[in-house]
């Protein structure tokens, strides 16, 4: 068994921090497909995308139903079911080493310790017949290795830590007797218990009120701020993305379209779809016009994407180039990258 | 002054809290806690809150798809409240719902063409042969193609579903349409098509809406006056603007604040409130906002707060902007 004070020197945050946060990205995929082979047929949902994340960073992956965000997330973690899905190419690099090629055993020892999720819906997460104090020291000792007592101690100070009142009550309790957004705070504990190097949060607010996801958001900016965790935010909302990335990278059918610094990507979009998704969102102004701006057309379906560029039959500026060969993400000015044949400028 | 199209006056909607074992009434839940509203015809009234607010409720209740516990709705000049359920129904024609979920609320086991075709056969407004007519009339007014009609709901995306239901609800030509939540399941790019076609429809038709929804910026771009709703009270009414810019209500301002910007590095966060909404079956003393809020008074626990009408024409709940 661990001394309970070495344990908590590991956990220090400032002991675990890398020596140099500049050079390697904390997380880098590289060209990753994911195929699903059903009865209708095989498609691509993820088709072939590239993105990294830096620790102390917060890249932002914004899409609509069926962009295939949360597919991306599922298989870099390997939490896809394979069958039916099947990652057909592609690298995860994660600490030296790709996570598609992992034993097992050993990627699901990494999975809570170095890297770690949060889900949309936490009561589904979550077991309802433990009390959220141990599935909280369940972490600990497995990873850690901690004792029971070491770790119900820290199970009390990560409950704190995450801002529920109470934490000696809170720990006795079960998940029904939390709202929505205590029983996202436990998750959120759970997932920071091991201090990991990188986050995944999969709609994280989206089952929430927008009170209750201020304090969220606030929560996971104040974490990253105190652990330096590179953090990965999957959204459909642009303006939680706007609030709380330093990145984007935006998904249309399986693909990142655009990626760049928030600033630089919402004040000039350069994929029509982009800004398409950013002049529909409905804005609180004095005098809204009195129609908003519209992406024509439907978000295509899974296994039905378009040949050439997939946004092509809904966008204005799509000519037959468009609809014949898909374009590539290539960089577009300062760190930022556009999947486009033509890209929009202003 | 014309005579409003609806008048809602102490409006409460209160459910009973069963035992167990006896299943005998032990307390209730005040979904709906006393509100009184007014609604023009032309009309759009927003109706804010966070869930447990009770909007969907009142909603509900204002249509009698929830019986009324207390108070009096009184639509086209006539009192609604405890109308028998026969003389209720060719109202229903004048006051139609239009859910959050198309997929739940229209039958997979239908084609498009017999969902719509049914309003009008349940209150015999249109002869067997006039089906037909009527239902491409609507498939073309809520811009869906002539064949949607024999397909299927499965068969459509989420929009398109929407369509379908806002095209059922305006079958029989009805001047009132409580809208619950219905662009939020909608992605964003889908969301501006269904917001355009239900203000175009309001113009063409000349409808009036109470338009339910949590999201402040889609209730910003299509009412005229909000409501915003805590623990199954009204906290504050006015017009859009004077809302959204010059809120008074304690509520109002911290839910506004938490609405995140989609302009990158504007307004951050600071003024979070905390807390969670309490219970409605055990809704705290006083003004039931007083445990979050950041102005709370020792008379804020024990006096709830009356809504008045303040210079500047909203109506505030909240002790200090009271008498």
Redesign the interface.
Same mark, same amino acid.
């Given at each position: 068994m661990t001394d309970p004070h070495q344990a908590a020197t590991k956990l220090d945050p400032v002991a675990r921090k890398a020596p140099d946060s500049s050079a390697v990205p904390a997380l880098s995929v590289e060209n990753l497909r994911v195929r699903f082979r059903l009865p209708g047929g095989a498609f691509n949902a993820v088709d072939g995308v590239s993105f990294s994340l830096h620790q102390g960073e917060t890249l932002g992956l914004v899409g +609509?139903?069926g962009s295939g965000k949360t597919v991306t997330s599922l298989a870099l973690m390997r939490l896809l079911e394979c069958p039916p899905a099947e990652i057909s190419s592609g690298a995860v690099m994660f600490d030296g080493r790709d996570l598609l090629w992992l034993p097992e055993r050993t990627i699901s020892e990494l999975r809570g310790l170095q890297i770690s999720m949060v889900f949309q819906e936490p009561m589904t997460s979550l077991n309802p017949l433990l009390t959220v104090g141990r599935q909280i020291d369940e972490v600990l000792i497995r990873h850690l290795g901690l004792s029971a007592r070491a770790a119900r101690a820290r199970t009390r100070e990560l409950l704190g830590v995450v801002g529920i009142p109470g934490p000696d009550q809170a720990a006795n309790a079960y998940p029904h007797q939390f709202?929505g957004?205590?029983r996202q705070r436990v998750m959120i504990a759970i997932a920071v218990a091991c201090h990991p190097s990188v986050l995944i949060a999969d709609e994280p607010t989206t089952a929430l009120? @927008? /009170?209750?996801?201020?304090?969220i $958001?606030?929560l996971l900016e104040r974490l990253q701020r105190e652990m330096g965790t590179a953090i990965l935010l999957i959204t459909?909302? $642009?303006?939680?993305i706007?609030? /709380?990335a330093h990145r984007v990278a935006v998904m249309y059918a399986g693909r990142i379209v655009e990626t760049g610094p928030?600033?630089a990507l919402?004040?000039a979009p350069l994929h029509p779809y982009t800004q398409?998704?950013?002049r529909?969102?409905?804005? !609180?102004?004095?005098?809204?016009e009195? +129609? $908003?701006? +519209? !992406?024509?057309g439907? @978000?295509p379906?899974l296994g039905d994407f378009p040949a050439g560029c997939a946004f092509a039959p809904?966008c204005a500026f799509a000519d037959e180039a468009c609809r014949r060969d898909k374009p590539e993400l290539l960089p577009a000015g300062a760190r930022r990258e556009v999947a486009c044949w033509k890209p929009r400028h202003g | 002054m014309a005579e409003p199209l609806l008048q809602v006056r102490e409006l409460r909607t209160h459910f009973p809290i069963l035992s167990k074992l006896l299943r005998r009434p032990v307390g209730n839940v005040r979904a709906v806690d006393g509100i009184d509203l007014e609604l023009e015809a032309g009309e759009v009234l927003g109706i804010v809150g &966070?869930?447990g607010s009770g909007k969907t409720t009142a909603g509900k209740t204002i249509l009698r798809l929830i019986e009324p516990t207390e108070g009096s709705i009184v639509f086209e000049g006539r009192d609604i409240t405890r109308l028998p359920l026969r003389e209720m129904m060719p109202l229903r024609r004048r006051m139609q719902f239009i859910f959050q979920d198309p997929m739940s609320s229209l039958n997979p086991r239908m084609t498009v063409g017999r969902i719509l075709a049914a309003p009008f056969e349940i209150h015999r407004v249109a002869r067997r042969d006039q089906l037909g007519d009527r239902v491409s009339e609507l498939l073309s007014m809520v811009g869906l193609p002539a064949d949607a009609a024999q397909r299927y709901p499965h068969e459509f995306?989420?929009?398109?579903r929407q369509r379908v239901g806002i095209a059922r609800a305006l079958a029989l030509r009805p001047r009132l349409i409580v809208a619950d939540e219905p662009v939020s399941a909608l =992605?964003?790019?889908?969301?501006?098509?269904i %917001?355009?076609l239900l203000?175009?429809l309001k113009t063409e038709l000349g409808l009036t809406y109470i338009f339910i929804s949590?999201?402040?910026?889609?209730v910003?771009?299509i009412c005229d006056r909000v409501a915003v709703m805590y623990l199954g009270r009204i906290v504050e009414m006015a017009p859009r &603007?004077t809302l959204?810019?010059a809120p008074k209500h304690p509520y109002t301002e911290?839910? %506004?604040?938490?609405?995140?910007?989609? &302009?990158?590095?504007r307004a951050?966060?600071d003024a979070? %409130?905390?807390g =969670?909404?309490p219970s409605p079956a055990n809704p705290p003393s006083g003004c039931a906002f007083h445990p979050r809020c950041p102005h709370a008074m020792p008379r804020c626990a024990q006096e709830t707060p009356l809504p008045t009408r303040i210079p500047g024409g909203q109506i505030v709940a909240c002790h200090l902007h009271g008498p």
């Open positions: +609509e139903s709202s957004g205590m009120d @927008v /009170t209750i996801q201020a304090q $958001l606030a459909h909302d $642009l303006s939680v706007a609030q /709380t928030v600033g919402f004040s398409g998704l950013l529909s969102i409905p804005r !609180i102004v004095r005098t809204p009195p +129609e $908003l701006p +519209e !992406i024509p439907v @978000v379906d809904r | &966070e869930s995306s989420g929009g398109q =992605d964003v790019s889908i969301q501006a098509q %917001l355009n203000k175009r949590h999201n402040l910026g889609v910003s771009h &603007e959204f810019f911290a839910l %506004l604040s938490a609405v995140p910007s989609p &302009e990158p590095g951050r966060r979070t %409130l905390g =969670d909404i």
